[in-house]
Every structure is written in structure tokens, then in C-alpha cells.
């Protein structure tokens, strides 16, 4: 992918250098170098057309790393953590900086993919996780913590005012992101005092679990995703009557309703309005909503099952309006009754095989969100042909993975190896996404009291950073940025 590199600073030797994830929505990598020390700002896997090849020696390391002193990490999505096991095998044997939910949730979601990518056994994984644990130093949000920077070499040219400065550390903050449990932006006060913020990924406004992202007090430059700044979502405080129209249009026909969702962050969200949507139904006692009471509702992976008793322990992270509104419900909003949870891969394979023959009706949650991989395929391939199922693709689908082939509508696709003819019927709600859309990265910039000096648009295709940059251009109070893509 290359390494793109820009100076921030006409005097200083700051510079921000893009190792991934820079014209692409996965493979998140991003240093901060200061004086020719650097920091990392995530360190992902890339997925889908984004990925240079199929071989695990492709994820190694291309950059040089002897000179960075600290990792940080926004969240535990696989485009923003997946080649940390990588980074180590190259040598990097420093600091990881994250949140204390993030602490909890990168171990999980690394065990999965060195599981998938590698073909590892568990007390291979485990000394690989082992070492990384002892590395991650987890910090509370808005907590200020300092990165020790390298002392400066005598020989450089800097006025004495700015030379004591320069050989003291960097400070930084993490501040809630709305996009995942434990998902941060991050505040980095550079030496010079100015203030350089990477954005990670931020979520949507009004979701129902997390709180919406604050905009910053000040950042001179701000690094952002566009992942959906060319696009505007269904209105999210609507979307679970969205999702109970397509349950109840599925199920006149029959068959089972297929939602590829990420085991993070998406599967939490579906889950709890399907909760709400049953609770509903109980306390309204229609008979036109009886169905949802006798519904299967069927999490099929064991990830996400993980990942969702974290969204339990770490409650206090959750919307204070949530809060409010589950200490009243007599079922559990992530637990409850109708929620059938799959372990085996013996299990796994009985239930397709069940669904494919009968085609009964039922709610079926698994991994991976993009269709790239995870028990999903077993499910769509067994059940794709089928006219009465429904696939509801709830999130960002990458290039070059099926997801987005099915929602290219494509009328058939190959999983292992196999040509499946596409009689499913697919439907896209852009409500569940966990990205901001053009509307709130928009609100987020125009939040911060001084517009930034430039605005560095990542994590997005080519042609949506560029509509983006268009769309910015035409606001007033951010025509003094210097926009790069």
C-alpha cells in the first residue's frame, strides 16, 4: 500500500505518515513522528480489494518501527487491530495505549482472527495474546497520560526558546467515539502546544446503546475517517420499526432471516432493539405482534457471545437514556429468553442443515459482518438459493467482499468454491452502521470553536474523500481548511 507523508509544521520536524487505510476503509495505520520519534495510531488488517495477497507473510510489517515509542489504539474493529500480532513479530516490544474497554475486548477479538488466519492452536494464540496483554496499558477516558519523546540531538538547528520544548514528551487523551464499547478519539498535544486529533472511527448520532461523540475543544489538525462521507443513513431512532417491516414481510413468506453482523459493536446494537421490539409486543398484548414472542432468535457466534458480556461488564459506557430505560425492563436487553446461542461447530453445522431443509422461520445473527468469512457462509450457502430467505446486510460492505456482491445484487457468487444462485432476497439498512455519516462528521468539524488548520480526510474510497472535500468546501466556516485527501 505505501507510506504517504505530509509535514505538519514549516518549522518543526512533525510529520504525519500514512502506513494504511489511507484511500481504503480498512487496514488502519497511522504515525505520528515528532523529532524522529514515533507514535502509531492503530495497526489493522486489510480486507477485501484492499488486501495486497492471501498469504499471512503479506501482513508483515514494511514500515520501520526501530523508532517508535508508543502504540495507540482507537478500537478493536480487525481493520484497526488485526497485525498487532505482526507489529511484534517485527520487533515492537512497546507500550500499547488504549481504553479499559478495549483492554478487555482486543484479546477476543485477536484470538479469533489468529484462530481464522493462521489455523493456531490455543496455546499458540496464547502466547502470543499473553505478551500483548502484558503490553497494553489501559487508560480511563479523558485521562491525560505522556509519551516520553527521544531527547533531541544537539546538532539540530532550534532556537533555544523551542529547544527545551522539543525534548519533552507528547501528551495525550482518549475520548468516547460512539462507535463501539471501548471506541476512542484521540487528543495528542504536540510540543509546540498545538493539538493534532485522530478521529478513529466515529459513530452515528442518536444509536441506542452508546453516547453520542463530543467534538473536541481544539485540534489545529484533525485526521478523520470518511467511511460514509458521501452517504446519508436511514434515520436511526427509526430503524428497529425498519427492521420489524422487513421480519414481518419475511415471514408471510417463510424461511429464515439471514444478518451478517460484525461480533462487535453491530450484533450488540441488533440485539438489543430486537429485545425492545419483543418487549414491545409483550406489553401492547396485539395479536398482530404475537410473533415476535414465539421467534427464535439465534446468535451463532461464539465471538460475539464473548464480546456481548463485555457490553454487560462495561454498562456504565453505555447511553445514560439506555440505562434509565433497562433498569425498567424485566427481561435483560442483551439477554434475554428467546436468544438462542450456538457454541459447537458441530451445533453450527445441525442448525444450517436444520434451517436449509425446513426453512423455518427464524432470526439468525453470526459473523462476519462483510461476508468475508465466519459461519455466515455455511448459512448463505445453504440458504442463498432459497426464495424465502431474507439477507439483511446491516453495515458498511468493503469492496471486493460478497457482502458487497449481494448488495451489488449480483444473482450468483462463489463460496467455497461453489457457484450459488442468489434467490434470497437482500435489503440494506444503513440505520445499523456504526459509522458517522456525512451529516455527523460534518457536525463533528463544525463542533470544534476554531476550524482546524488542515483537515486530513482517511479511511475512505478515493471518490467519496473527494465528494467529501467538495461538500466541506462549500462551508463557510471551513473554507479557511486546508482539506488533503
Not at 30 to 47: K, Y
Amino acid at each position: 500500500m505505501g507510506t504517504s507523508k505530509y509535514r505538519l509544521h514549516h518549522k518543526y520536524d512533525y510529520f504525519l505518515l500514512h502506513h494504511g487505510g489511507k484511500n481504503t476503509v480498512t487496514g488502519s495505520c497511522h504515525e505520528l513522528r515528532i523529532n524522529g520519534s514515533g507514535i502509531l495510531i492503530d495497526c489493522g488488517l486489510f480486507q477485501g480489494n484492499d488486501t495486497r495477497s492471501d498469504s499471512p507473510s503479506d501482513l508483515n510489517i514494511e514500515f520501520d518501527i526501530s523508532h517508535i515509542e508508543a502504540l495507540l489504539v482507537t478500537h478493536t474493529h480487525i481493520d484497526h487491530i488485526g497485525r498487532l500480532p505482526w507489529l511484534l513479530a517485527a520487533g515492537f516490544d512497546k507500550p500499547i495505549y488504549c481504553t479499559k474497554a478495549t483492554a478487555a475486548l482486543i484479546p477476543l477479538m485477536l484470538d479469533d482472527g489468529l484462530k481464522l488466519q493462521l489455523g493456531l492452536n490455543s496455546k499458540q494464540r496464547k502466547l502470543i495474546l499473553d505478551k500483548i496483554e502484558r503490553m497494553i496499558v489501559s487508560v480511563d477516558y479523558h485521562q491525560l497520560k505522556n509519551i516520553e519523546g527521544r531527547q533531541v540531538p544537539s546538532s539540530w538547528s532550534l532556537d533555544e526558546e523551542h529547544k527545551s520544548k522539543e525534548a519533552h514528551s507528547v501528551q495525550f487523551c482518549f475520548k468516547p467515539a460512539g462507535h463501539i464499547l471501548g471506541s476512542a478519539y484521540i487528543e495528542i498535544t504536540l510540543p509546540n502546544g498545538e493539538v493534532i486529533v485522530f478521529s478513529g472511527d466515529l459513530g452515528p448520532s442518536n444509536t441506542p446503546l452508546l453516547p453520542d461523540p463530543i467534538s473536541p475543544k481544539r485540534a489545529d489538525y484533525l485526521v478523520i475517517e470518511t467511511t460514509y462521507g458521501n452517504n446519508h443513513h436511514e434515520d436511526v431512532s427509526t430503524r428497529s420499526l425498519r427492521l420489524e417491516k422487513i421480519v414481518k414481510k419475511s415471514l408471510q413468506d417463510g424461511g429464515v432471516i439471514l444478518i451478517p453482523a460484525f461480533s462487535v459493536g453491530r450484533t450488540q446494537e441488533l440485539l438489543f432493539d430486537i429485545e425492545r421490539l419483543i418487549e414491545h409486543s409483550i406489553n401492547t398484548q396485539s395479536t398482530k405482534d404475537d410473533f415476535w414472542q414465539a421467534l427464535p432468535i439465534i446468535l451463532d457466534s461464539p465471538l460475539a457471545q464473548k464480546v456481548t458480556k463485555q457490553y454487560e461488564r462495561f454498562k456504565q459506557l453505555w447511553r445514560d437514556e439506555c440505562l434509565e430505560e433497562g433498569s425498567q425492563l424485566s427481561r435483560h436487553p442483551l439477554s434475554f429468553e428467546q436468544l438462542i446461542t450456538i457454541d459447537s461447530h458441530q451445533a453450527h453445522q445441525k442448525l444450517v442443515n436444520r434451517l436449509a431443509s425446513t426453512n423455518e422461520p427464524a432470526i439468525v445473527v453470526a459473523a462476519s459482518g462483510m461476508c468475508n468469512g465466519g459461519r455466515i457462509m455455511n448459512y448463505l450457502q445453504a440458504l442463498l438459493p432459497h426464495r424465502q430467505t431474507d439477507v439483511i446486510l446491516p453495515g458498511y460492505q468493503a469492496n471486493g467482499t460478497l457482502g458487497r456482491q449481494l448488495q451489488n445484487g449480483e444473482i450468483s457468487v462463489v463460496i467455497s468454491g461453489e457457484t450459488i444462485k442468489v434467490n434470497a432476497h437482500i435489503h440494506t439498512m444503513s440505520g445499523y452502521s456504526a459509522h458517522a455519516d456525512q451529516d455527523d462528521l460534518i457536525a463533528f468539524i463544525q463542533g470544534i470553536p476554531t476550524p482546524p488548520k488542515t483537515i486530513f480526510l482517511i479511511h475512505g474510497e478515493p471518490k467519496t474523500k473527494q465528494k467529501f472535500k467538495e461538500q466541506l468546501q462549500k462551508i463557510n466556516t471551513l473554507q479557511v481548511c486546508n482539506i488533503e485527501i
